[in-house]
């Protein structure tokens, strides 16, 4: 058999990472080619010419040395070498590859190989390649692989380097391959055997899920889509369902085979994947937890025995399993989002080693909404829980604010007045989105509509309590709205996304407000709003004008601000925004 | 005599289903021109749909209730009134009852009541349009959604109706079933009205 041009071109290239030296790589073969016993330091062989008076020559030993598994869709090529000893002029090692027992022929004579149980655990366990990814050299017969010399003429201490791959360029299949080198001199006599087993298997994570450890700072949130298809237009996680769940580890065939990434996170905030695989979904916690991340492997056959297996996470430490389990939990190590609320998104990086050799290392996009906690609605049933829209929006809005409440709020005010893009409605003071029912105490933000700006872009007071409302409490901060009456005219106040401080927002017959909607986390003790800027010098009433944002101004300074002439108080001041 | 009159009123009913007076209608056809697509509420706010200009752009929003009585519509005029905070005014001509501003209309008709809410512009075309277009067949109310368990999720069904499930959760990828319960399930029918199962 003549190995292919390709191959050879291969492994030569691979001796250029140069030998083994001062490594006597008999010791530590294992294989049963290296039982000689003879003495390894020859010291030249029988060169004097003088007959049958000297000692005879000793015999010569070969070893191979190398990892003991490989994963051929993502290792990369690892590093092998020869170690001989006493080998005459002239003689060269051939390597041969002989799949696992039971695939052609391949009578590797090792002990893993050897015991029976490579052969068939391996290749069934492990996701199965293409049948004819496993088929070596010439052998023309998919399924049914055949020992391939992968190269001949080499030095009896040669490096040379193996990633898995067939002459053709193609993984092999799972099991156990050998490596077999046989010394052999320049009449084809074979001189000295060496043989390493490497358990080919391919490696990956199939399943990830967020949370779920029970621990007090590993609380998931729910995260809900609302532009769901089907029965409902709301879809939520149920804080329980995985993150990916991929199927396979690898796809394609032959040469094409190659390993399937976890997917990059769920882009679309509104609507759900409509299919459970192949997808990779965002998810929350508190911004003080702790997630843990359990994460389902495909199973490593017999390779899980041929070697001692670990796995690392940057920047989470390993909790529970290990990759021969096929299941591991990793916790991160540091609070999720140490600084306040916030996204924290990016790649995290998973190792696994197998005897300390890396090898592969797969990319866990992942996306979490660092909240100050659970969502703080009177219900805690869908639709009143974490929108994923929602959550995405104001978090990247407010990054960077401490993880304190009202320092939520504050920032939640600055972000609604001046980045959300809303105009008061300076005709009526109608609600676009907001609305009540059974009376003020049963407000209602149609927070569908809110996300899509479905109705337009302006707003009341009631649309924007209830978004303030709508948002803190999907972010964890409990946060009621107030309605102040009734029927007062003005200081001077600068609507939402107007220019300009007046006292008449309706015109010069519109001077007052039949009632107005505010924000509190304190029965009105203190007032949130977005939908007006104050006043806040002494006289605000009159130019001119100190724009005072209304966060977390005592509710009577409010009112003194707020209200020229009338009587006005806060009632229904406990009501909290139900979202639909 | 009477079962004759029945009988005229019913035909009359049949070839003319639109009507403009007070009492038990039907409802309002949910698809309208000039709105944008609707959003179910709940049973006791009705639906919702935003008021689109000739370029499609939103210019304001509609909501309208098809209660069982004429109680409850007047008690939903009197929720719609509350989120106004420009005074309104009454206004004759447009239904039973009407309360306008300068860009809001609220009105009732019967058991309907519904509001306009515009940028600019007058509401009253718009409010004209929708009680225009109230009828009064078909009068029976839709059935509540039934539920049925097949393969440990569970499933509502209301034929010629549109579901909107509250609660519960469906695995991902699964469109119609509920692994956990639902607090709610509404059926709606094409001309506003719901019906409610709570399993």
Known sequence: ?580 | MDLLASLLLTSLMLLCPAAHAAGIHAGIPVQQPGLGPLSHLSPEQGWTAPVLDANGQPVGVVRVYVGPTEAAAAAWLGDARLAVQAPLQPLSGLGDSALAASTVLLSRDGNVALSVTLGEGDPTVQARALLASIVDAPAAWPQAPRMRQQDGLWFFEAPGASLEVQGGHRPLGEPWGYSVLPEQVVAWDAWGRASVLRP
Request: glycine share 14%.
């Open chain 1, 1 to 580: 058999m003549t190995p292919p041009l390709s191959l050879l071109s291969l492994l030569f290239l691979g001796c250029t990472h140069g030998k083994v030296q001062g490594h006597d790589t008999s010791a530590d073969s294992g294989s049963p080619g290296d039982d000689s016993g003879n003495p390894t330091d020859g010291g030249g062989g029988p060169t004097d010419g003088g007959g049958d008076t000297g000692p005879p020559p000793p015999d010569p030993t070969l070893a191979l040395t190398g990892p003991a598994v490989i994963d051929p869709l993502r290792t990369g090529a690892l590093d092998f070498s020869l170690a001989g000893t006493d080998v005459p002029a002239g003689a060269t090692v051939t390597l041969t590859l002989v799949p696992p027992s039971g695939g052609g022929g391949g009578d590797s004579g090792s002990g893993d190989s050897g015991s029976g149980d490579s052969g068939s655990g391996d290749s069934g366990s492990a996701p199965s390649p293409s049948p004819d990814s496993g088929t070596s050299g010439d052998s023309g017969s998919p399924g049914d692989p055949v020992p391939v010399v992968l190269a001949s003429g080499l030095s009896a201490d040669a490096a040379f380097t193996w990633d898995g791959h067939d002459p053709d360029g193609r993984p092999v299949m799972d099991g156990a391959w050998s490596l077999q080198a046989a010394l052999v001199d320049d009449t084809g006599t074979s001189l000295a055997q060496a043989e390493q087993v490497v358990h080919v298997v391919r490696t990956g994570v199939v399943m990830g899920r967020f949370g779920g450890s029970g621990a007090e700072d590993d609380q998931r949130i729910a995260l809900l889509w609302y532009r769901a298809s089907g029965a409902s237009g709301y879809w939520d996680d149920g804080a329980t369902e995985p993150a990916f769940r991929l199927g396979h580890v690898s796809e394609g065939v032959g040469a094409l085979e190659a390993p399937i990434e976890i997917p990059a996170v769920w882009a679309d905030l509104a609507s759900p994947p409509t299919t459970p695989t192949g997808v990779n979904l965002p998810a929350a916690f508190a911004w003080d937890d702790h997630p843990t991340l359990s994460l389902s492997f495909a199973a490593l056959g017999d390779a899980a025995k041929a070697a001692t297996w670990t796995a690392e996470l940057d920047g989470w430490d390993l909790v529970e399993g290990d990759p021969t389990s096929g299941h591991l939990v990793f916790r991160k190590t540091a609070a999720l989002a140490p600084d306040g609320p916030r996204v924290v998104e990016g790649d995290l990086s998973l190792h696994l080693l197998a005897d300390g050799l890396l090898i592969g290392t797969q990319t866990i996009p992942t996306r979490l909404y660092a909240t100050m906690g659970a969502p703080t609605f009177a219900s805690s049933s869908s639709p009143n829980l974490l929108w994923t829209a929602a959550a995405d929006g104001a978090l990247r809005g407010i990054e960077g604010v401490a993880p304190e409440d009202s320092a939520v709020l504050d920032a939640l005010v600055t972000w609604v007045y001046d980045e959300a893009g809303l105009r008061y409605d300076t005709r009526s003071g109608a609600s676009f989105y907001a609305s009540y029912s059974g009376g003020w105490g049963g407000g209602r933000l149609n927070m569908r509509g809110f996300l899509d700006r479905a109705n337009g872009t302006i707003v009341n007071c009631s649309d924007c309590a209830g978004i303030m409302g709508a948002f803190a409490n999907m972010l964890g901060v409990p946060l009621d709205y107030a309605i102040i009456l009734s029927n007062f005219s003005l200081n001077e106040i600068k609507a939402i996304g107007v220019d300009s401080f007046t006292s008449c927002p309706f015109g010069p017959s519109g001077c007052g407000f039949s009632y107005h909607a505010v924000t509190t986390d304190d029965l009105s003790s203190h007032i949130w709003d977005a939908t007006l800027n104050l006043d806040g010098d002494e006289d605000p009433g009159a130019e001119p004008w100190d724009e005072l944002r209304v966060q977390q101004i005592t509710g009577d300074e409010y009112l003194e601000r707020l209200v020229r002439s009338g009587t006005a108080g806060y009632y229904y001041d406990d009501s909290r925004i139900q979202v639909q």
